[in-house]
Structure formats: C-alpha cells, structure tokens
C-alpha cells in the first residue's frame, strides 16, 4: 500500500491551465479505472472531483479534467481561477475495497 | 442536504483506545459501503478503514490492521471506528465517507463528514 506519487506543487496564473500528475504502478493506477481526485481547502473537508478517470460530478466545472496513460493519472485545471487554489489528491483502488492516496499537491494561483 | 457528522474524536494516551462514530442525514447510512480517511497535521490523506453495506466484508490499511476495527449499527445507521493500541502516528482528523459506487461514483468517495480530532499524547 504505498502512496501514490504527486508533485508537492503546481502553479499557473488566472486563465492558464495547469496539470498535476499522479504515478502509481501496475497494481493500482495502471490496474483498474478508478482512479479519483479532490480538492481541499483550508480547514474543510475533501471535495471530489474527478472520478474513474475522467468522469465528473454533477456541479463540478468542466474546467477539470482528467485522464490517464499507463501507471500515471492526471488531472487539468483549465481557466485557472483563484477559487482552484487549493490541495489536490489522488486515489486508485489498491485492490478489492482499498484504496491508495497521493501524497497531494498544492495548486497556487499566481 | 447530505451529511455525515463524526464525532468521538479528542486526546488519548498511547496505548489507549477511543471510539469515533459517524452518523449521517439526507440519506440513510446504512444502504452505503463507507470508509474511513485520516489526515495527519500537515500531511495528506491517508486511507483508513472500508465495510460493506451488510458489515462482513472489511478491509484496513496496513498500518491500522490489527489495531482498529470499523463497524456499524443498522438500527442507529451509524458507523463506528474503534481505536486501540493508539500511537503518537496516528493523530490526525479522522473523516468518514461515503462510497459513491451505489450512485454511479465507482470507487470515488463522494461525501464526507467534517473530520474529527484524534490527538495521542502522554
């Protein structure tokens, strides 16, 4: 069960698009399409945002998106807006009912 | 609007145990598989705990496995995390959340409680 790979930071400035990757391996992300992601503010709770790869919630802008290539999932932010900043986190099943996190990045807008 | 609210959480000793509990409105607990997640000050998600909708399929992360024990009551519809053999490793905000797989969110946690404070101190 060991974590899942996201770089520590990202940036863009309003209006540009920004992309946080999310390495894993053949067990997880390059196993099964159901790899997810959430936001999360300062002090709150989780948000999802993306699921099974590519998927999104009813209510979540189509600024996100998301896809994946092999062992690597990641996730686009297009029309940075400085609401987005934010930590962002994947997840992958790890196998039957487990999951496996990122270790979270941290979106700042310039 | 849908709900969890945990509760249960506050300061234990290592060694000691406390019992989280997650209840929920908006929507009936009991017909979801549900998790639980930590987050450790500072740091990212970590997942913890998941049982299915009958209570008999439950699995743990490795680092919790043996230690803590997810469970829940149909008639309260509230989910549970008994905590024993604490460790100063694992205070963190402790959620509750919810698969989303009955509605359609395969394997994607689709809400969450508010968290709740579990701090292992002597």
């Known amino acids: 069960q060991s974590a899942l790979t996201q770089p520590p930071s990202a940036s863009g400035s309003p209006g540009q698009s920004v992309t946080i990757s999310c390495s894993g391996t053949?067990?997880?992300?390059?196993?099964?399409?159901?790899v997810s992601w959430y936001q999360q503010h300062p002090g709150r709770a989780p948000k999802l945002m993306i699921y099974?790869?590519?998927k999104r919630p009813s209510g979540v802008p189509d600024r996100f998106s998301g896809s994946k290539s092999g062992n690597t999932a990641s996730l686009t932010v297009s029309g940075l807006q400085a609401g987005d900043e934010a930590d962002y986190y994947c997840t992958s099943s790890g196998g039957i009912n487990t999951w496996v996190f990122g270790g979270g990045t941290k979106l700042t807008v310039l | 609007e849908l709900q969890l609210v945990e509760s249960g959480g506050g300061l234990a000793q290592p060694g000691g145990s406390l019992r989280l509990s997650c209840a929920a409105s908006?929507?009936?607990?009991?017909?979801?598989?549900m998790n639980w997640v930590r987050q450790a000050p500072g740091k990212g998600l970590e997942w913890v705990s998941h049982?299915?909708?009958?209570?008999?399929?439950?699995n743990y992360a490795d680092s919790v496995k043996g230690r803590f024990t997810i469970s829940r009551d149909k008639a309260k519809d509230t989910l549970y995390l008994q905590m024993n053999s604490l460790r100063g490793e694992d205070t963190a905000v402790y959620y509750c959340a919810r698969d989303g797989g009955r509605d359609g969110y395969h394997w994607a946690f689709d809400t969450w409680g508010q968290g709740t404070l579990v701090t292992v101190s002597s």
């Open positions: 053949s067990r997880d992300v390059g196993a099964y399409d159901f």
């Open positions: 908006g929507f009936t607990l009991s017909s979801y598989e």
């Open positions: 049982i299915d909708n009958s209570g008999r399929t439950i």
């Open positions: 099974e790869v590519t």
